[in-house]
């Protein structure tokens, strides 16, 4: 039996991480509304966070990485790995640690994971130009960062009420 429900996680994991992986590439074929490098809405992220909170950490934490291998296998451009990877692991450990005192609050843990990944990739951006320079991009990357976690967080919040629901009627 434990077996079984095994396979049914790792099945329900491979299934967010498509999910993870489909949005972020849909993400890529949207043109930015402001001409500035590395402003995007985030909408994988909102999968980690929702992985985070209906599933176990380590099963987000897989998500995570493997959307973030995914991706940088399909979008061939191996700098968007370790920016990804930096931020993405930045962001999963301040929601994991958030996650739980603010379990009704998922738009806060959102927001606080954006701003979290932008700190990420400026000390990755920093350290590979090695530069500290690069923290004057950090106001406008956060000005975009938060709204976007404010509505990635609002997202999940909603998809985890719908998901409790389908859970009770069962």
């Known amino acids: 039996m434990e077996t079984r429900s095994m ?3 790792n099945i329900r994991c491979g299934l967010y991480a498509s999910m993870a992986l489909t949005l972020f590439l849909v ?6 509304l402001v001409a500035l490098p590395g402003i995007k809405l985030g909408l994988a992220n909102a999968v980690t966070l929702l992985v985070l909170i209906l599933e176990r950490p380590r099963d987000a934490l897989a998500v995570l990485l493997v959307r973030i291998a995914l991706s ?3 979008c061939g451009q191996p700098m968007m790995l370790l920016y990804s990877l930096c931020g993405g692991l930045c962001s999963f450990a301040v929601m994991w640690l958030l996650h739980r005192p ?7 843990v959102s ?3 954006a701003v979290a990944h932008i700190v990420g990739q400026l000390l990755m951006a920093g350290g590979l130009m090695q ?7 950090a106001p406008v990357l956060l000005c975009c960062a938060v709204p976007a976690g404010l509505f990635n967080g609002l997202v999940v919040s909603y998809v985890v009420a719908k998901a409790s629901i389908l859970r009770r009627q069962r």
């Not at 993400?27 to 930015?32: A, F, K, R, S, Y």
């Not at 530069?131 to 991009?137: E, F, K, M, Q």
């Open 27 to 32: 993400e890529m074929q949207i043109p930015l």
């Open 7 to 9: 396979h049914r996680r």
């Open 102 to 108: 603010f379990a009704r609050q998922s738009w806060f």
């Open 111 to 113: 927001a606080m994971g």
């Open 131 to 137: 530069s500290i320079y690069v923290v004057a991009y």
């Open 72 to 74: 940088a296998l399909f």
